[in-house]
């Protein structure tokens, strides 16, 4: 891949939300929510809110 594909690549590339929500996503799971992939969907979408996240988390499971 030549420079310009990687730069092009790297500057899109999704930010790592596993990192940036890692003490989020350990407060879910202290709450009893263990499935990661489903955790970090919420709290992405709540941006991070981890009260708004188990909102989600609750309102998917009923469902």
């Known amino acids: 891949m030549s420079d310009v594909q990687n730069a092009a690549t790297s500057n899109t590339s999704e930010p790592d939300f596993a ?3 890692s003490k ?3 407060a879910l799971g202290d709450l ?3 499935n990661s992939r489903l955790n970090l969907d919420a709290l992405k979408l709540a941006k991070g809110n981890v009260n708004i996240a188990v909102g989600y ?3 998917w499971s009923a469902r």
């Open 19 to 21: 990192q940036i929500y």
């Open 32 to 34: 009893g929510y263990s």
């Open 57 to 59: 988390l609750t309102d």
């Open 24 to 26: 989020e996503l350990e």
